[in-house]
């Protein structure tokens, strides 16, 4: 599936702006579409754009990402990331363009011991795990060409993420408090986009899980980030801090079906973090 002309909502965020590089640099021709280009709440707007553009696929980023912030406004993360996704995949169902909706690990509940598969019951605990669940029901009640590709615990390029929070607070001398009993999978954007560029060559539709590879609690993924720094990470427990939106506590995903349709290992997350630190560095002023 080389060379296609492929529509990227979301464009100017952090996950857009890394997967709109990457799929240029595999010769593809990318609409880059930032909420300024395109609001996916406004229907007409939607309609209009992928009539103008026809692509051959649509990469849907765009969405509301707050996540302890949804809970006190509801509305609005429903209104973006549900029923704008709604928009986009009615446009997709009447022009037959697929579509790649991005989901969130926070769909699930984070009460089993072991990693979630894509045919596990969806039981998020968050108004933001419900918005993106939502979209996910939107996507599959109007397509059947569609990818869905749920990830986690994402940081990167141009965004705010929790790399760049913890980098923050170290370079401020201030004392670092982690919450060590919430276990996941850390994703850069950077890998996540090859993933994604792999996946849609294949045109094997449905539900993906995405993530870089290995296990970690968000404790153990701050002492990561400040490897080689005189900089002392405090463990501590959920109920110690509290937040408006409950996490799961668990929220590993199982990525046999992705790795067995993409035809390779995503890489550990290590890897994935030290080349992220690496190129971060090479970028900054000296």
């Not at 952090?14 to 579409?33: D, F, I, K, N």
Request: charged residues 25%.
């Amino acid at each position: 599936m080389t060379d296609k002309r492929l529509l990227v909502t979301g464009a100017g965020g952090m996950l857009g702006q890394a997967l709109t590089a990457c799929l240029e640099s595999r010769g593809h021709q990318v609409v880059a579409m930032p909420r300024e280009k395109l609001d996916v709440t406004n229907y007409e707007q939607v309609i209009n754009k992928v009539n103008e553009f026809t692509p051959d696929m649509v990469l849907h980023c765009a969405a509301y990402t707050k996540v302890d912030q949804a809970e006190s406004e509801p509305d609005l993360a429903f209104f973006i990331n549900g029923y704008g996704t709604e928009n986009l995949a009615v446009a997709c169902n009447h022009l037959n363009i697929p579509l790649l909706y991005i989901s969130s690990d926070y769909v699930f509940d984070g009460e089993q011991d072991r990693p979630y598969t894509t045919w596990d019951d969806t039981r998020p605990l968050s108004i933001y795990g419900k918005t993106k669940l939502a979209g996910e029901k939107a996507v599959i009640r109007h397509l059947r060409r569609f990818f869905i590709v749920r990830t986690s615990w994402l940081y990167g390029p141009n965004g705010k993420n929790f790399v760049e929070t913890i980098l923050q607070i170290a370079d401020e001398g201030k004392p670092l408090r982690v919450v060590s009993d919430q276990i996941g999978s850390p994703t850069c954007t950077l890998s996540l986009s090859e993933t994604i560029a792999d996946l849609i060559e294949t045109e094997r539709w449905g539900v993906y899980h995405a993530s870089d590879d290995g296990i970690t609690s968000w404790y153990e993924f701050a002492k990561e980030i400040l490897l080689g720094r005189d900089v002392s990470v405090t463990p501590i427990q959920t109920k110690d801090m509290p937040r408006p939106a409950t996490r799961p506590k668990y929220s590993v995903m199982d990525k046999t079906t992705l790795i067995n349709t993409i035809g390779r290992e995503l890489p550990p997350w290590q890897e994935s973090l030290h080349s992220y630190l690496q190129l971060r560095k090479s970028r900054s002023p000296a």
